[in-house]
């Protein structure tokens, strides 16, 4: 057998802090800089309602289901709801004679509980779920949360923005 001599050495910093450092002054003096410099800049306010905001193409919104030429992109995989780290979406599939084979009977996403993260959005093989530019979502009731299939599709020609971003980035 072959014995070897591990041998550990101990690394000392060239620079040691200053007894000054050590108080942390120098650290909250630039905290404090920074912050008055923020303060004085011109402010900017968005009269919202009236002034809407469009996000961008790369803004992640609600999720939705694409819906292209009146049938739905969805073949009902069950990857969106295996990777949904909330557990926000419930996908029921069923069996059918259209090309596809298989579609989804009961499609719901609680609201509630959706992070808006995408992960959804990047593990569908078709491009049927993707995260909209919708970002006003307010409920009376948590029943009102859940969103079916009847709530998430979505015509192709209103997601063009987002299918061309996501196209491009892929």
């Not at 050590?22 to 410099?37: Q, S």
């Not at 919104?61 to 073949?75: D, M």
């Not at 295996?82 to 004679?97: D, G, H």
């Not at 084979?101 to 959005?121: A, D, K, Q, S, W």
Request: positive net charge; aromatic residues 10%; hydrophobic residues 40%.
């Amino acid at each position: 057998m072959h014995d070897s001599k591990v041998t550990v050495t101990r690394q000392v910093r060239k620079k040691d802090l200053t007894l000054f450092q050590r108080t942390y002054i120098p650290e909250i003096v630039k905290g404090m800089v920074l912050t008055l410099r923020h303060f004085f800049r011109p402010k900017f306010t968005r009269q919202y309602p009236e002034e809407r905001w469009n996000p961008p193409s790369s803004f992640r919104g609600r999720p939705v289901l694409v819906e292209e030429a009146g049938v739905e992109r969805c073949v009902a995989c069950g990857l969106c709801a295996r990777v949904c780290p909330a557990l926000a979406i419930e996908v029921q599939a069923s069996e059918t004679e259209l090309v596809k084979e298989r579609y989804p009977v009961r499609f719901e996403i609680n609201m509630l509980r959706c992070i808006f993260c995408g992960f959804c959005e990047e593990a569908c093989p078709e491009e049927a779920i993707v995260m909209s530019d919708e970002y006003e979502l307010a409920f009376l009731k948590s029943e009102d949360a859940i969103f079916g299939k009847d709530r998430l599709l979505m015509s192709t020609d209103r997601l063009r923005p987002r299918l061309e971003f996501l196209r491009k980035a892929r």
